[in-house]
């Protein structure tokens, strides 16, 4: 009646083998693969890579539950370029050209002369009052919808003038893998910026994989009109409604949010009160500002740029012992088309 | 070399067996369970469980995908009750009683005065002005933490004149069942409401599943201020920022959100504004209104209600076909607590 045992020893060892197998398989896959590979190892990466287990990890001390995972994340400068000039504005730029026809005036008259000849020292000299006409003339009056067509057809066909590429293209690596990196250990990703609102919801779900609803921006005020018989429409009026830098970070990030961030990241004198906002919070917290030192792959500007000046903030994260990237020695890419 | 042979053919057959009763235990286990108990069958019911599968299965012409399943509700009247008064006014006067011992002023001042006395004929002749007057007094001047705290020990103490219970108990059962339907198809549920957002976030996420980034709401202006070396807060000051009401709601849906819901629950002419936005959509969408009719278990009230009227909003939902909940019919019980 036992003339199969001795099969059974076989089959068993059969099984134990590929259980082995697939036992090292598993252990060979869970090796811990390098989740931010564009980060040099050094003092920087580690703070994030510290940081992230500690407070994801369950009996941590540190713990933060996943539903208080908010990390926040300026926008220019920080996750994507924001040089010679803010995209934004050569968007409005590009936008004045485009109206130009329409508005034959604006050849002979100021702001609008020295954006069609692409006059940028006139442009700088016309100043802050100037800026807001462009932004009027360009950005409002127009439904929400019109707005976030036009800006994505720009998005898609302008070209940044030093890479010739489409600008959404100039994001940078270290950063996608950041934010990845965030979201695989439960984060939400928001981004608070400076920047339009409504021109950014666009395109952020593509490019950062971050969905409209968590973009928090500058905003002009709507209004809900009605322009047919059951066909409502938002129109921008000329009215700024929120402006999100500085002190307006912490404020929108309240607003918007409605909770305190564990984890903040921004590159300029802007993005300063949202990281004390971040600061300020009972538990870990961390702290990062991107520094642009690297001016053969991007560029190189901190106290004395008139865009994304970093100055105040730097001081106070050198004081704070918060993170600081050195793009040139933190970062092994910085575009993704970087080789 | 075969004498092991018979008894193969049992083992495949216990194996067949087992792997048979898996099967059947699986399909028991998914044989459809009525996701929404607490509503009686009829046409609002089934206009629900209709849309709900037409959009969200894949190859249907209405397909949505999954990042686009945005939902919103309002919540006075929508989600939980809003009689006698809506409950953050009731919240406000309560404040004033626990603030009465530091004002004595109060006791002699309107609107302060009918406030304390439980004046309610005095409050309404003050109409407006003297609500504001109340709101300025109990929901300004404080950082938004204590604001917060506040709020959540009001929720946590104070009972409801009628039902003597937390106002937190007086949610609906069958608008719970919709919100964890809803989020069981993909959709990102939000709150749309006039109430104060920062008097619904401490407790939305326990009480309906919402987290605080996702509660959309009435506003005052915040300032950041550096109340010592490195505490910054947030100061509620007394300039209304945002009115989350009427026109407010799609405007505010486009400012926090970024997308056009495809599903919206209202109650009032005051939700009318977010139905329609929501109906101008392309492609399906689903507006409801919940019809308070039912003055045994909850209250009877619309067109000539100064709480939550229902008059226009009435009138476009039947001339456009939109759902119409009427409450006595078609809940089977209103309040988790019924029997």
């Known amino acids: 009646m036992h003339p199969a045992r001795p099969r059974f020893p076989r089959v068993v060892k059969a099984i134990a083998l590929a259980a082995s197998l697939c036992w090292l398989g598993g252990a060979y896959a869970q090796a811990p693969a390098d989740p931010l590979p564009s980060w040099n190892d050094g003092a920087v990466k580690k703070s994030i890579t510290d940081f992230v287990p500690r407070v994801t990890t369950e009996g ?8 208080q995972r908010i990390a926040t994340f300026d926008n220019d400068g920080t996750l994507w370029a924001e040089q010679p000039m803010y995209f934004q504005i050569i968007f409005a730029i590009d ?4 109206l130009a026809a329409k508005n034959p005036a604006w050849k002979k008259k100021q702001p609008f002369k020295a954006a069609l000849t692409d006059d940028r020292k006139a442009l700088a000299a016309l100043g802050e009052p100037g800026f807001l006409q462009i932004m009027a003339a360009t950005h409002t009056g127009l439904t929400t919808e019109e707005f976030a067509g ?8 302008a070209r940044h003038p030093r890479f010739n590429r489409p600008y959404t293209d100039l994001v940078y690596q270290p950063m996608l893998e950041l934010l990845a ?7 939400k990703t928001f981004i608070v910026s400076g920047g339009g609102i409504e021109f950014m919801r666009p395109w952020t779900e593509k490019t950062y994989g971050i969905p409209p609803e968590q973009v928090v921006g500058s905003s002009a005020v709507t209004r809900y009109q009605m322009r047919a018989r059951d066909r ?3 129109l921008r009026e000329r009215k700024v409604e929120f402006v999100d830098d500085k002190d307006g970070k912490p404020e929108g990030i309240n607003r918007f949010i409605g909770r305190r961030p564990v984890f903040a990241f921004g590159n300029s004198d802007g993005d300063k009160e949202m990281l004390e906002w971040t600061a300020a919070g009972s538990g870990a917290r961390f702290m990062g500002l991107v520094h642009h030192t690297d001016a053969v792959r991007e560029w ?3 106290r004395n740029s008139p865009v994304g000046r970093l100055d105040k903030a730097w001081d106070e994260a050198v004081r704070r012992g918060w993170t600081v990237v ?3 020695r933190d970062w092994k890419k910085v575009f993704p088309f970087d080789p």
Chains 1, 2 share one sequence.
């Not at 936008?95 to 485009?98: D, E, T």
């Not at 990196?181 to 984060?187: L, T």
């Open 326 to 328: 050195d793009m040139k």
């Open 95 to 98: 936008r004045v050209k485009a």
């Open 181 to 187: 990196y965030m979201r695989a250990n439960g984060f």
């Open 300 to 302: 190189a500007y901190d």
């Open 60 to 67: 941590s001390a540190d713990f933060v539950p996943p539903d």
């Open 232 to 234: 409502p429409v938002l």
């Open 150 to 157: 036009i800006a994505a057809d720009w998005l898609a066909t």
